[in-house]
């Protein structure tokens, strides 16, 4: 049983930064990539970013792709997303979520952290 428990979030001004915190605890830990997503009232849940977890290869959304960050901490079994030269439309629910396997689909969540961005 691991949970995944997202923090950081908040209330930002445009082009200001904020760095979202993503630590899996629980017994029988096995990840093979944990990413980010997001999502906005009445739209679909998106890709943000995504680091797998042993070779640290990362992946992005072009919408955020050299504004913001994914890295991890194995030692701590967490995850981050530094954030950017913030917009607007980057406001949302941002999720943390973990995948077992290679290939497989993100099975595990987090209860999800809010992102504020102000004009």
């Known amino acids: 049983q691991v949970q995944l428990v997202e923090s950081g979030g908040g209330l930002v001004q445009a082009g200001g930064s904020l760095r979202l915190s993503c630590a899996a605890s629980?017994?029988?830990?096995?990840?093979?990539?944990m990413g980010w997503f997001r999502q906005a009232p009445g739209k679909e849940r998106r890709f943000v970013a995504a680091i797998t977890w042993s070779g640290g290869g990362t992946y992005y959304s072009d919408s955020v792709k050299d504004r913001f960050t994914i890295f991890r901490d194995n030692a701590k079994n967490t995850v981050y997303l530094q954030m950017n030269s913030l917009k607007p439309e980057d406001t949302a629910l941002y999720y943390c979520?973990?995948?077992?396997?290679?290939?497989?689909?993100?099975?595990?969540w987090g209860q999800g952290t809010q992102v504020t961005v102000s004009s």
């Open positions: 979520a973990a995948a077992p396997l290679s290939g497989s689909q993100y099975d595990l």
């Open positions: 629980g017994r029988a830990f096995r990840i093979h990539r």
